[in-house]
Structure formats: structure tokens, C-alpha cells
């Protein structure tokens, strides 16, 4: 039945659910013949009135189902691309509208060229960027010079403000890059449609979405578009169509997303991301490598697109990919490489339970931007004093010539977020001895505002250390700060160093390399005074060695829980782990919020059936009420 509602054709179904028609003529136009709320068969199906680009449907109105469904999933072909290069027989689908050949066809902004006044006052009162230092040691003799005396500073981004009934964060552009190869059948599909009606979900009117599938070839679903009420119900319908079949194309399907970004001729939301998914090798892109090798399959890293790749954008405007290794069966060392190449983080779901929530623990991060291109400038503050090195994880950093400069670029930072990096100095001998503190280090940051986008400028203290004729024993104790951070980095490089050896087959050597890293961080200065990062990676890397005991428990998850653990602390951030476990100490307030709101959602709806889709806009669920402050007891590592 058909009847007009608010500028919008409003189609009932037989089953007494309604939708707007153009919504629910193209699901069906992409192969739907399930009421998308209750599952039911519908027999009478609408169709849109033919256009002259449409030549494969002629009639419009309401139609009789004449071909059953083959499975229990809705039929979409997300497979099939008008510029085909690996034909799969056994795609059972062979028709299905061309794509365009621009994808510059995303759906416009209701933006104007200035933020309003409300969100731009919210803005400029948001606290600014935190910047501390601490000294490893509190004082060095005046006598004595030192090659490598540890300066830690640690930066702190806003959290987020209310602006009225909401909170001021910046609208997205994300593209989520799925597989739908024929390994994702069943219980798996139903998984990723319904963690991605999460996702639909949660985004706002003014974020954007676009969905690329993809198999032994790929296929944007929608442009870019909006998350209004309409936009909701055309992306439900999309991802509620998605089928398995074929083999795995990830570059492919990295291509595609990477030109709905590129093509964009619109507004641009100030923040862009892509978010890929897949439980398979790629079979098209690694002749003659194996999927399992130490290094990485350079070819595929080699046909990635240039704005996925931080080296080609100095660090900065590249689009960072967020991925996820779903099941035992994925390429971990693949989607590690491209989350690294291009500033993401690599999570591994092992318990495909968990799918949701690794989903809601990223698109929280992501949709708490709070300022971008962040980089620190580190300058020495005296004559005779130099910077050694910087000790920054996998954040691009560099140190001038003459070592008087040194700057490290850290991109885009959530509500909260914090980042910590070593400065190795050296220090010279000093003919007397200064009563007064001598300023070493002088530390700043520039970084740009997401929503008035105005470039900021943050300063620190200048750092100074007294240079006394001696110093006592108290003096000679390094600082516990300093010590956790020391034992983050080199627990890091323990574990890369562990993974080389396990990917040769070496176990006993990667076993040893874990336990001496393990013993010295039980030995540490933090660790002896309770801190709670070094404890948490002491437990970590014996979860590590214990999925390292035999070539098959390493093939199956230790590949996977050492590549993830690596990336969250190298970048600092939150990543899902095996069955669900985070890093904690790097989860934020709005991660923790969003993922609070998935669990919640996932237990009142654990009698629902897993195939049936979350409800479009205005079907009552239960949802967490916001809270009015985004301040919360601190989540970070405890000493």
C-alpha cells in the first residue's frame, strides 16, 4: 500500500511495517525479498517507475515475488563490478547496475563555511592541550656529563564539551570496507550486519557513510551519505542485502574506499576514516608470497593508494585504516602492515561474539576528534646541551642536524587521548655548580581545531634540572613515570623481536626474549612501586607466550594477539584483543560510553534472531541517556 507522508512515499508491506518507498525500492532492486524489522516473505514487492538508465526494470508499483530466496539472508551481489578483472564461477548473481565511473556523487552538507556561533564559543572555551614533562632523574652532579639523560613528555587532549543537549563533537566521513567473501557465510554475516546496524546507528545526521563490499572483486554499496532518518533506512537496507560468495580481494576493496574519499567534490566533513574488515588471505594481490611470512607481503602495500600511506603525506593528511582480523583464518600480518602504513590500528576478533563491540570501541574514538595534525617541537633551552634521540613508538619524529630540534607529529587525537614520548638528551659538565635549576628543553605543540579549524599553540614549561656539587642517594632513583614508559616501548620491542622469531618457527627463542623482558619489568623501578602499566604488560606478554607454545596456537591467535598488542602500544591507543579484551589503560571515555551503549544493546536484544537487522529511526530501543560530562575517574595506568 502506498500513501504520501511528509514529502516522502511511505510503502506498507503486507506484514504492516512502513518505510519510505525509495528506500525500500531499492533494497528490493538489489535483490531484498524480507520485511527488513520482521523477516517475513513478502509477496507483493514495490518497484520505482523505469528511467531510461534502467533497462532491466520496466514495471513499477507493486509486483508479485515470483523467485524464492535461496538462503535466510536477503540477496544483494556485492561482488560484481563493471570493470571485472577476476571472474568467479561461482557467483550466482550476473546482473547488477553498473557503478559510476565518478564516485563524486556523495550526498551534500548542510554545512556553512563558518561553524556557528554556539559550537565555535564552545570551542574557544574547551580546555587546551595538556603538555608535562618529567625528569628521570630529579638532579645530576654538576661534575658529571651525560649521553642519555631521559626527559618524558606527556600530552593530554580536551575532553569533549556539551553545547547545549549535546556534546560538540565534529561530523565524519567513514567508509567501512567489508569482507563478504564465501568464508563470511552464516553466522559470520549475520554478525557484521548486525555490528554494522551499530554503527548506522549511532552516526549522526551530519556524518557520512559509505559501504564498500568486497570478495574477488569489489563494489560500493552507497555513495556517501548522510545518517538522517533516510539515509539510515537506505544503509540498513544495503548492509541488510549482503551475501558471501568468492574469493578475497582486500586491495580491491581499499581502492574503491580510498576513491569515495578521493572524489569527493563536496563539502568535506572535517574528519575521514576507513574502518576494513575481513577473516580471509587476499587471493588476488600476493603472487608468490606467502600469507604467513615474517615480512609482510610488500606488493600488496605497493598497490595501496597513495592517500593511505603516511610516508606520501609527511604524516599528516593521509586516511588513517582502522582494521580487524575477524576469525583464526585471517592475514594478520597483511592488516597489520596496512593499519601501520597508514596510521590505523589492527584489532583481532577471535570470538566472532565480539565483533560488535570491537566495531563500537573504534567508531567511539573516531567520532571524538578533537584536534588534528598535532606535532611537538622539542628545542634545547642552553648551549652545550644536545638531543640524542627520540623514543616515540610508531609516530613519525625527526632530530636536525645539529641536534638543537627534534619534532614528532602525532595527527589526530580523541577527547582524552594521551600520548607519552622519551626525549635522550645530552647533558655537559659544568665548571661550578648552579644553586638555581639550569633550563635544558624548551617544549611546545601546534595542532589544528576541528571545528573552527584554527591553527593552536600549546607550550610547556621550559624543563630545568639543578646541577648541585652532589646528590644523594634519593637523587639516584629514576623517576617511576619515566620507568613506565621506558618499560611500554621496550616491552613493544620485545614482542616485535619475539613475533620474527616465532614467524621462523623459533618458539623456544621467542619464549626466552618474552620471559627476560618479562623479568625486567617485574625488576623495574615502576613495577616495584605498584604501577599498574607495568603489571598489566607483565600479564600481557605471558598471554603472549602462552599463544606462542606451539606452531598451531600461533597460527590459530598468537600471529594475531602480538600484532594487536604491538599496535596499541606503538600508537597508544585502544585496539580489541582475541576474545574482546582491550588495552584499557588507552581506552578513552567515549569508547567506554560507546561500548557500554553495545553491550546493553546486544543484551536486551540476545533473543533476537542474529540475522535480523537493528530497527531503522523511530523504533523504540533501548539506548544509555547521555551523560552531562564526559569527565569519569581516570582510566589510565595507575603509580
Keep these: 500500500m502506498m500513501k504520501p507522508g511528509n514529502g516522502h512515499a511511505i510503502f506498507t508491506a503486507e ?36 528511467s531510461p538508465s534502467d533497462p532491466l526494470h520496466r514495471r513499477s508499483r507493486v509486483n508479485p515475488l515470483v523467485v524464492e530466496p535461496a538462503t535466510s539472508f536477503p540477496d544483494l551481489n556485492p561482488h560484481l ?32 563555511t563558518e561553524p556557528s556561533t554556539e559550537l565555535a564559543a564552545v570551542s574557544r572555551s574547551r580546555e587546551a ?65 548486525r555490528a554494522m546496524g551499530f554503527v548506522v546507528q549511532n552516526l549522526g545526521p551530519t556524518d557520512r557513510l559509505s559501504v564498500v563490499a568486497f570478495s574477488s572483486n569489489a563494489r560500493r554499496l552507497f555513495p556517501l551519505t548522510r545518517m538522517s532518518e533516510q ?24 581502492r574503491h574506499a580510498a576513491r569515495v574519499l578521493e572524489e569527493r567534490t563536496r563539502a568535506r566533513n572535517p574528519v575521514c576514516s576507513l574502518v576494513l574488515l575481513s577473516d580471509g588471505q587476499d587471493t588476488y594481490n600476493s603472487v608468490g608470497a606467502s600469507p604467513h611470512s615474517s615480512t609482510p607481503s610488500d606488493q600488496i602495500l605497493s598497490l595501496l593508494p597513495p592517500c593511505l600511506k603516511r610516508a606520501s603525506h609527511e604524516g599528516l593528511a593521509n586516511v588513517p585504516v582502522h582494521t580487524f582480523g575477524f576469525g583464526s583464518d585471517h592475514d594478520a600480518n597483511c592488516l597489520h602492515s596496512i593499519s601501520e602504513a597508514s596510521g590505523g590500528t589492527f584489532s583481532f576478533i577471535q570470538a566472532e561474539l565480539a565483533i560488535q563491540d570491537a566495531f563500537a570501541r573504534c567508531i567511539g574514538g573516531l567520532l571524538s576528534v578533537v584536534l588534528q595534525e598535532l606535532r611537538v617541537e622539542v628545542g634545547r633551552a642552553s648551549p652545550g ?36 614520548f622519551l626525549i635522550q638528551l645530552r647533558l655537559p659538565s659544568l665548571s661550578l655548580p648552579s644553586d638555581e635549576p639550569v633550563g635544558v628543553l624548551k617544549v611546545g605543540c601546534w595542532y589544528k581545531d576541528p571545528v573552527t579549524f584554527a591553527v593552536m599553540r600549546a607550550e610547556g614549561e621550559t624543563v630545568s634540572i639543578p646541577r648541585p656539587v652532589s646528590v644523594g642517594p634519593d637523587q639516584r632513583l629514576t623517576c617511576v613515570k619515566v620507568d613506565r614508559q621506558r ?74 594477539y602480538a600484532l594487536s598488542g604491538l599496535s596499541s602500544h606503538s600508537w597508544q591507543r585502544a585496539t580489541t584483543r582475541g576474545g574482546g579484551d582491550s588495552s584499557e589503560g588507552y581506552q578513552t571515555t567515549a569508547m567506554t560510553e560507546m561500548l557500554a ?43
Design 231 to 254: 539515509g539510515r533506512q537506505r544503509a540498513l537496507m544495503a548492509i541488510n542485502g549482503l551475501t558471501s560468495c568468492g574469493g578475497t580481494n582486500i586491495v580491491d576493496g581499499l
Design 385 to 420: 646541551v644536545s638531543i640524542a634521540s627520540v623514543q616515540a613508538g610508531n609516530y613519525t619524529s625527526t632530530v636536525s642536524d645539529d641536534s638543537g630540534m627534534a619534532t614528532v607529529h602525532f595527527g589526530d587525537l580523541y577527547a582524552e587521548e594521551e600520548r607519552d
Design 129 to 193: 592541550m595538556t603538555i608535562e614533562t618529567h625528569l628521570e632523574f630529579p638532579a645530576v652532579p654538576a661534575s658529571e656529563a651525560s649521553d642519555a639523560f631521559t626527559v618524558l613528555v606527556h600530552l593530554r587532549a580536551p575532553c569533549l564539551a556539551f553545547s547545549g543537549e549535546s556534546l560538540d563533537r565534529v561530523p565524519i566521513d567513514l567508509v567501512t570496507v567489508l569482507d563478504v567473501s564465501g568464508s563470511m557465510a552464516g553466522t559470520k554475516l549475520a554478525l557484521l550486519k
Design 597 to 639: 551503549r553495545s553491550q546493553t544493546l546486544t543484551f536486551a536484544s540476545a533473543s533476537v534472531s542474529l540475522s535480523a537487522p537493528l530497527p531503522p529511526e523511530g523504533v523504540p530501543r533501548r539506548r544509555l541517556a547521555p551523560t552531562r560530562s564526559c569527565k569519569m575517574p581516570s582510566r589510565r595506568w595507575g603509580g
Design 487 to 560: 618499560n611500554r616501548l621496550r616491552a613493544a620491542e620485545s614482542i616485535a623481536e619475539a613475533r620474527e622469531m616465532a614467524e621462523r618457527g623459533d618458539f623456544e627463542g621467542a619464549h626466552e626474549v618474552l620471559a627476560r623482558r618479562q623479568a625486567a619489568i617485574r625488576a623495574s623501578r615502576a613495577a616495584c612501586a605498584g604501577d599498574g602499566l607495568s603489571g598489566l604488560l607483565d600479564v600481557e606478554l605471558g598471554r603472549m607466550r602462552d599463544n606462542m607454545a606451539t606452531q598451531r596456537v600461533y597460527e590459530q591467535s598468537g600471529r594475531a
Design 15 to 50: 506484514c504492516s511495517h512502513s518505510f519510505h518507498f525509495n528506500c525500500i525500492a531499492s533494497s528490493f532492486k538489489h535483490g531484498n525479498r524480507l520485511c527488513p524489522m520482521c523477516r517475513a516473505k513478502w509477496k507483493d514487492i514495490p518497484f520505482q517507475s523505469p
Design 81 to 112: 563490478s563493471p570493470h571485472r578483472t577476476h571472474y568467479d564461477p561461482t557467483d550466482p548473481y550476473t546482473t547488477l547496475e553498473p557503478e559510476p565511473d565518478s564516485f563524486s556523487d556523495d550526498e551534500p552538507l548542510e554545512l556553512t
